[in-house]
């Protein structure tokens, strides 16, 4: 498969079909076809022939889609960077990629309306499409390098499991285009010449607003996040009635709980209910099962489904031996969608990154366990967590806090029940402590925090201590300091 010409091809065969709707704006396959070839055109002037990424930094504006296909016909990856980021993170992200060029929504509309050829360049299998920053343990984001040939081999499995009426469907797009279960959306539409919707943030913020565009969408596919559709359960009017043409959920990113899952076939008694799990590293998602309501009365916790073709998930025992069906034992995935590594950190490549005969394996982090030939995810071995949706460590937070003035030592614990997590309290040691109440102070550190990390890694709480309970090896006990509290 080629993904560009696929989606080429339909700006010359359907030009006037709507490719993406965001708030007001439309987009059409004709205008994404001949604007993404003059911006590549430029492009390709503007920026030496090396490959270096080029930072589309915007929301879910329609010229985001322009920008990263004109990225791509220029010869240079993409990285998504969401415009909720503050300003000091994405700088970070920008100096890691070794970026020489960022590329908004408002320079893509306000290209001159020419005719351009795009730069003639055949793309290889093991050349970067695009570069997703995710939360790093050390405070600094990194860049999950995903080649053309690991998207292809996620897409062409996507298109083959699940059936999708050319020119037809309607997606849902609810990740921002920076978290890499967008790509579900994005790439299943624009090649089978869908038209993808876009929920925007204010849409979020403003439910009723959210609810009406729903309603207005007619939306065939919802991809999100199972947060995402636990929110918008929370109206009882979300049901078939208000999407009548719904007829497929595909659910990534985080575990489904079967509550969920059963109130949606209750709502939406013709739609299918889809979990899948992958991580960004292995482009993503890799396994995937169809959930019904026997499979929900019958496992307390849902499967994460089966391994797709030419993939192998694993579980392995902390020697890297495969642990005997039924025992937990760490996911570990091997084939063409793992990704080769992280951008320019060969030392955080090599620590999960290695060859399983010949092919390209990571070690997930996530404990896993197999029953009745379906994988079962049981949580994380380190300290990564997901919050709403979001994958973050907790390690980028802590050192982000100590890099504070006045920040002596900090230690961040997810609050929350039966492993699912819905805040974050930090406890701080000062060094010097700024006058003020308690109050006073966090607020001044939650709004210096909040120039070097996005909202949703902010603490809700913060608790100051003269120092943290330690255990016996030595690390910070934090059980007891949560005790303390
Ligand atoms: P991300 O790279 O943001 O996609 O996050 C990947 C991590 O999210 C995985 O390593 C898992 O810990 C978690 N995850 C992804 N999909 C699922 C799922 N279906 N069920 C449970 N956890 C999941």
Redesign the pocket.
């Known amino acids: 498969m080629n993904i560009l010409e696929r989606i080429d091809s339909l700006g010359r065969r359907v030009p006037e079909k709507v490719a993406h709707v965001s708030g007001p704006s439309t987009l059409t396959y004709g205008t994404l076809l001949y604007r993404s070839n003059a911006l590549a055109a430029q492009i390709a002037g503007m920026l030496p022939d090396d490959g270096s990424p080029v930072v589309v930094l915007g929301h879910k504006e329609c010229e985001m889609l322009v920008a990263f296909l004109s990225v791509i016909k220029s010869g240079h990856p993409y990285a998504p960077v969401d415009a909720f980021l503050p300003p000091q993170r994405v700088a970070r992200i920008r100096d890691t990629s070794g970026s020489q060029l960022t590329l908004t929504p408002e320079y893509v509309s306000r290209l001159p309306d020419i005719q351009a050829a795009p730069p003639r360049r055949q793309a290889k299998p093991s050349d970067p499409y695009y570069i997703m920053f ?1 939360s790093g343990s050390t405070g600094d984001p990194k860049g999950v390098v995903i080649t053309f040939g690991c998207l292809e081999d996620f897409l062409v499995w996507m298109l083959a499991e699940q059936r999708m009426a050319e020119g037809q469907e309607v997606f849902l797009n609810q990740a921002p285009f920076s ?3 967008s790509i579900m959306d994005l790439y299943l539409s624009l090649l089978t010449g869908g038209t993808l919707f876009s929920v925007t943030s204010q849409d979020i913020a403003n439910p009723r607003q959210l609810y009406q565009k729903l309603a207005a969408a007619q939306l065939t596919i919802w991809v999100s996040t199972p947060s995402f559709a636990r929110l918008c359960l929370a109206e009882r009017r979300f049901n078939a009635e208000m999407l009548p043409r719904l007829r497929l959920f595909l ?6 709980p079967p509550e969920v899952a059963a109130v949606l076939l209750d709502r939406f008694p013709a739609a299918e209910v889809w ?6 590293e292995a482009t993503v998602a890799m396994t995937s099962v169809r959930i019904d309501r026997q499979m929900i009365e019958h496992y307390p916790s849902l499967p ?1 489904g089966f391994p797709k073709p030419r993939t192998l998930a694993l579980v392995m025992d902390e020697a890297g031996w495969p642990v005997a069906p039924g025992e937990r034992g760490e996911i570990v995935i091997a084939g063409p969608n793992v990704s080769p590594g992280y951008l320019g950190r060969p030392d955080l490549t090599a620590r999960s990154f290695f060859k399983l005969d010949g092919q390209q394996a990571y070690r ?3 404990w896993g366990r197999y029953r009745d030939g379906l994988l079962f ?1 049981e949580g ?1 071995k380190d300290s990564q967590i ?1 919050l709403h949706g979001y ?1 973050i460590e907790i390690g980028d937070i802590e050192a982000n806090l100590r890099a504070l003035p006045g920040v002596r030592d900090a230690t961040v614990v997810p609050e929350g029940k039966d492993g699912s997590y819905d805040s974050l309290t930090a406890y701080l040691i000062m060094a010097d402590r700024p006058s003020g109440s308690d109050f006073e102070v966090s607020c001044t550190i939650r709004e210096q925090l909040a120039e070097r990390l996005p909202a949703y890694m902010l603490p809700r709480k913060f608790c100051f201590r003269q120092s943290f309970p330690m255990t016996t090896n030595g690390k910070v006990d934090r059980r007891s300091l949560v005790d303390s509290t």
């Open positions: 995710t978290f890499d279960l659910f990534c990113g985080e575990t489904l979990n899948t799990y992958g991580p960004t994460i997930t982090g996530d995810f994380r997901k994958r």
